[in-house]
Nanobody, 121 residues
Framework: QVQLVESGGGLVQAGGSLRLSCAAS????????MDWFRQAPGKEREFVAS????????SYSDSVKGRFTISRDNAKKTVSLQMSSLKPEDTAVYFC??????????????WGQGTQVTVSS
């Protein structure tokens, strides 16, 4: 069992930056692929970014590529999402997640509760 807790959400103006963090506890984290998903009001949850267990491979959705950066620290059991050049359409609840496999489609086994990110225009 893995528990995931997100933090760092908030309100930011368009063009600004925000850094989300996810703290994991429970089973050993190092062999899990770590993901970020988001869900905007009235829309389905969508993939944002993923990082392999060693950090050597990353994957991003086209909508955030070049603006968001995912990273992880296995010793601290944390994963982060640095978000820059934020747009109003990035407004959503952001979820940290993890899974034991790598590759699309990313289908997490465990989910956090989510943190709200609101980008004002």
């Amino acid at each position: 069992q893995v528990q995931l807790v997100e933090s760092g959400g908030g309100l930011v103006q368009a063009g600004g930056s925000l850094r989300l963090s996810c703290a994991a506890s429970g089973r050993t984290l190092w062999y899990y692929t770590m993901d970020w998903f988001r869900q905007a009001p009235g829309k389905e949850r969508e993939f944002v970014a993923s990082i392999s267990w060693g950090g050597g491979d990353t994957s991003y959705s086209d909508s955030v590529k070049g603006r968001f950066t995912i990273s992880r620290d296995n010793a601290k059991k944390t994963v982060s999402l640095q978000m820059s050049s934020l747009k109003p359409e990035d407004t959503a609840v952001y979820f940290c997640a993890c899974e034991t496999r790598w590759g699309t489609p990313f289908t997490p086994d465990y989910w956090g509760q989510g943190t709200q990110v609101t980008v004002s225009s």
